[in-house]
């Protein structure tokens, strides 16, 4: 198993370089930049710098003025140093700017991947035990919409209905008016009233690939030869689908949970937005629409990493979910 690990962690180190190489060569091919935007202002002050003496003074600045190899390993030697620069459109260090908007993120994030796992898996086991009953039509039925429905589509029907006919929630942002003339319960209950609309839409999200793809997966399993053989012993039923099907339905569960664990950490764009909340996904939009290289090469590379490190805890948590699967 320490071989194995290690094995890991070094082609993971090498896939991590090519990844962060490209997003530093697309980064510097971005079509806006935050330089040009910054030079463009500063020329129209009366009395100042043509447009290009700004934009050579800028480049030089921020070390733009390299070639893209050079710019790339004097940017990945900070980086392993623990600089990270600072944000050019936050005008912060990038470290300080990712901690801001990381907790909002990992909370919403957090909230979505606990309640989708625990109502989607025993639905689709569910409807997998119950096949071509009502209940399992109406469950595909739902775990279809699930997959079917836009993020923004679905977004844009909770606001009309509980913000617009309802009024219960607000349209957008994580606090109210008078948040800060509420007292300590009452500023957590805002915040509180101000999340469940994007957590919803996070949650309704996720819930379709997961329950559909247990049930798939259920389904398979039903119908191996070890489940007759299980029933032909005259095994209760709960013990043969929990026991025995269940175990086997985690194997390919923990692919797809695992790989939904860097979204904890990325946060939701599309839904940040809509809903104008300020977590890691709104942030680095609106970074990446600016220009700012900084904080995005520094965002995309924690992505990447956590990514890696999902992928690897996936692979060691199949010999813990079924005892055939042995690293050697």
């Not at 071509?132 to 009309?160: E, M």
């Not at 839904?271 to 909340?277: H, P, S």
Request: charged letters at 10%; hydrophobic letters at 50%.
């Amino acid at each position: 198993m320490r071989t194995y690990i290690a094995k890991r962690v070094g082609i993971s180190v090498i896939i991590l370089f090519c990844v962060t190489f490209i997003i530093y060569g697309l980064m510097r091919s971005l079509p806006s930049s935050f330089v040009e935007t910054m030079a463009m202002q500063l020329s129209q002050a009366p009395g100042a710098k043509s447009f290009d003496e700004w934009m050579t003074q800028l480049n030089a600045q921020y070390g733009l003025d390299k070639d893209i190899f050079t710019g790339y390993v004097t940017w990945l030697a900070d980086f392993m140093t623990g600089n990270f620069g600072d944000s050019w459109k936050w005008n912060v260090p990038v470290l300080t700017e990712f901690q801001n908007t990381i907790g909002i993120s990992f909370v919403m994030g957090g909230i979505a991947f606990v309640a989708s796992t625990i109502i989607a898996v025993p639905l689709g086991i569910f409807a997998a035990t119950h096949q071509y009953s009502k209940s399992d039509y109406i469950i595909s039925a739902v775990a279809l919409a699930g997959i079917s429905l836009p993020t923004f589509f679905f977004a844009t029907l909770l606001k009309l209905i509980f913000s617009v006919n309802l009024g219960w929630f607000d349209l957008y942002g994580l606090m109210g008016r008078d948040f800060n003339q509420l007292d300590a319960v009452g500023q957590a209950l805002d915040i509180v009233n101000h999340m469940i609309m994007p957590c919803v839409t996070l949650t309704v999200i996720q819930i379709g690939s997961l329950m559909r793809y247990t049930r798939t997966n259920m389904l398979e399993v039903l119908n191996a030869d070890y489940i007759r053989t299980a029933r032909t012993k005259g095994l209760p039923e709960s013990k043969v689908i929990y026991k025995h099907a269940f175990r086997n339905t985690l194997i390919p569960l923990v692919t797809i949970i695992g790989g939904s664990l860097p979204g904890l950490f990325s946060g939701a764009l599309i839904t940040e937005t809509l809903f104008m909340i300020p977590g890691t996904g709104y942030t680095s939009y609106q970074s990446m629409t600016a220009g700012d290289i900084p904080y995005t090469m520094f965002f995309l590379t924690f992505i990447a990493i956590i990514t890696l490190l999902s992928n690897l805890l996936t692979d060691i948590l199949y010999a813990v979910v079924d005892p055939r699967v042995r690293i050697s």
